[in-house]
């Protein structure tokens, strides 16, 4: 079972910026796993932020949101993570990790940023 486990959200202030972090609970990252970073504003649907294959650290991104957002993985640490640069107002969400292992996506249980003036 894998099971993504977010952490590093909670209170920021706009402007400032924040790094995300996703790990495998019981488990490790492996081969071609596909990691990707959603989040889920108030009243609105879950969208894809950017996506990282484990192995080689190919990175893809939602063309809207490449400036702001920096996918990456740290292979020694078995971590992945999405930095938020200039957090802003709109950034207030909850941001999930998601996990392709063997055709199955495993989702965590996300973590919430809220963004203070």
């Known amino acids: 079972q894998v099971q993504p486990v977010e952490s590093g959200g909670g209170l920021v202030q706009a402007g400032g910026s924040l790094t995300l972090s996703c790990s495998v609970s019981?488990?490790?990252?492996?081969?071609?796993?596909?990691v990707a970073w959603y989040r889920q504003a108030p009243g609105k649907e879950r969208e894809v932020i950017a996506t990282?294959?484990?192995?080689?650290?190919?990175?893809h991104y939602t063309d809207s949101m490449r400036r702001q957002f920096t996918i990456y993985r740290n292979y020694h640490e078995d971590r992945a993570f999405l930095h938020i640069n200039v957090v802003k107002f709109e950034n207030t969400a909850i941001y999930y990790c998601s996990v392709g292992h063997d055709s199955v996506v495993y989702w965590g249980q996300g973590t919430q940023v809220d963004v203070s003036s």
């Open positions: 019981g488990g490790t990252f492996v081969g071609d796993d596909m």
């Open positions: 990282i294959t484990w192995d080689d650290g190919s990175r």
